[in-house]
Structure formats: C-alpha cells, structure tokens
C-alpha cells in the first residue's frame, strides 16, 4: 500500500501524490478495485453529517485522465444508521449516473441520481 503525506497535511492512500480536485481534500483514497472506498463518521450531539466528494474517470491508471461515458456510475452514497448494536442495514442509497454524452467543458450538467 502507498501512503503518502504532504507537508501541507494531505494524506493520499493508494497513490504517490495528492491529485488534484474542485476541493482541498486532507484524505484521498485511491485504487483501481472496490478498495478505493472510504467510511467517514460523526458523532455530535448537532445535526450536521459527513462531506464526500467523488471523482470518476474511465482510464485504469491513477492521475490519469479519460472522458466518463453514458451510464457510468460517478459515485455512490450510502447511509447507514447505528442501531446500538452495529450499522449492520443500510438506510439509504444515492447513485450519480453519467446521462448522455458528456464534454469536456460541461460535465457536470447531464448526470442523473
């Protein structure tokens, strides 16, 4: 596994070097497989949760960049609440799918959930 750390505090789990997002991420996860996934929690007596955010690219090579195609899945969002005992059922699911054809400029317009 490759961990890498900048002097700045980002972590990168799975590449050699942050990547650059839309956001100033401290933790990115990185992986070509399932083990790019990531679990965040919160405990807080308030009524705010956790913040995701995804990137999604067709090329099999990490920092590298190939354009989403129609239906690709973006991302997945999943909730899963504590029932005292374990978060063993999930309470909710969101899915961004890639709909249509996408360009380079707009990329962000035809998705659906």
Not at 53 to 60: E, H, L, P, Q, T
Request: charged share 15%.
């Amino acid at each position: 596994m490759t961990i890498d750390m900048s002097e700045g505090g980002n972590v990168a789990i799975g590449h050699t070097a942050s990547l650059t997002t839309n956001f100033a991420s401290k933790l990115q996860v990185s992986a070509t497989d399932a083990t790019g996934s990531l679990q965040l929690g919160r405990w807080t007596a308030g009524n705010l949760g956790s913040y995701l955010n995804f990137v999604k690219s067709r090329n099999g090579t990490i920092g590298s960049n190939t354009i989403v195609q129609d239906s690709d899945a973006l991302g997945q969002i999943a909730w899963w609440g504590d029932d005292g005992a374990d978060f063993g059922m999930r309470a909710g699911m969101i899915t961004c799918r890639v709909d249509g054809t996408l360009s380079l400029i707009h990329i962000s317009e035809p998705t659906r959930l």
